[in-house]
Each structure stands twice: as structure tokens, then as C-alpha cells.
């Protein structure tokens, strides 16, 4: 499996930026609420980024030589693909809601209610704070190199970008 490429989060985050910020426009001219997701959504932004740690602290602890137990190699893929999914999804909305913030700041002064201002400011928050648990996880993920004895072939470097082991 390939680690996340920091360049594609961001890449997802200026098209959703850009996606946010167009849809902002057009539904306020046609006098429509703001495209935000509720508050509530940062409970279920929660759950997933504490489900992922839990998952992400299991297969650290194996990775670190704590092999009392076996680590099922299904647990560890499905560990790093929920880690790489957090990430772009925190990605996602923070592009989306950046968007819609960069429309809004210059109502900031007219409004007397900063309310949804303050809901859009957390939902970035929370995305910023899904891409940073998703890269972390992913790092959890990723096997240290072995060591070298002299009876041992060295290991060969894998080729192509990004190619790396995972447990």
C-alpha cells in the first residue's frame, strides 16, 4: 500500500474550497441557508477519530514488539485504509467549509448573530483535526525497517514513490 501523499490532501481541499465557496454564492443569491453541516456532525467526526486512534494504538502496540497476541493482518489493512480515509475526509470538509468561511468574512461585521460563523469555524477545526489523526494512524501502521544482522541479505529498497510496508 502507498502512504498519503500530502499534495492530494491538499489538492482535495482547495477543489472543495473552491466547490464550498461556489456553492455559497449561488444559495446565497437565490436566498437559501448556508451550506453547513450541523454542530451535531462534530460528534460523528469524534466517534470516527476515536475509533481510528483505538485501532491506531492496537497496531502500534503489536509494531512495537508487544506480541502476546497476533495481530490479524486484516485488523492492520483495515487500520490503515480507516486512517487514510479520516485523513481525506477531514480534508473534504475543511476544504468545504474554508470555502464557505472565505464567502462569509466579509458579512462578519453585519452580522449581529455569529453563531453559524462560530459552527463553521469548529467543522474546519474538526477536518483539521481528522487529517492530523489520519496521518498519525497511518504512521502507527507503518513497519520500522529490521535490522541487519551479517547471516541476512540486506533488504532491497522498494521502488516507486510512496511504496512502503504497513503491518
Not at 79 to 100: M, R, S
Request: charged residues 20%; contains cysteine.
Amino acid at each position: 500500500m502507498r502512504t498519503i501523499r500530502p499534495a492530494w490532501l491538499v489538492v482535495a481541499t482547495v477543489v472543495l474550497g473552491v466547490a464550498g465557496w461556489t456553492t455559497t454564492e449561488l444559495t446565497s443569491r437565490a436566498s437559501l441557508p448556508l451550506p453547513v453541516l450541523p454542530f451535531s456532525s462534530l460528534a460523528t467526526m469524534g466517534l470516527i477519530v476515536v475509533v481510528c486512534l483505538i485501532l491506531g494504538f492496537k497496531v502500534r502496540h503489536w509494531r512495537d514488539g508487544h506480541r502476546d497476541r497476533v495481530l490479524d493482518p486484516l485488523v492492520a489493512a483495515r487500520t490503515l485504509v480507516l486512517a487514510q480515509a479520516c485523513a481525506f475526509a477531514g480534508a473534504v470538509l475543511l476544504g468545504w467549509h474554508l470555502g464557505i468561511l472565505v464567502d462569509q468574512l466579509d458579512t462578519i461585521p453585519l452580522r449581529g448573530d455569529l453563531g453559524p460563523i462560530w459552527n463553521i469555524a469548529a467543522l474546519g477545526g474538526g477536518g483539521i483535526v481528522m487529517i492530523v489523526v489520519g496521518l498519525v494512524v497511518e504512521r502507527f501502521c507503518k513497519l520500522p525497517p529490521e535490522d541487519t544482522d551479517s547471516a541476512a541479505p540486506p533488504r532491497e529498497k522498494p521502488e516507486g514513490r510512496g511504496k512502503e510496508e504497513f503491518a
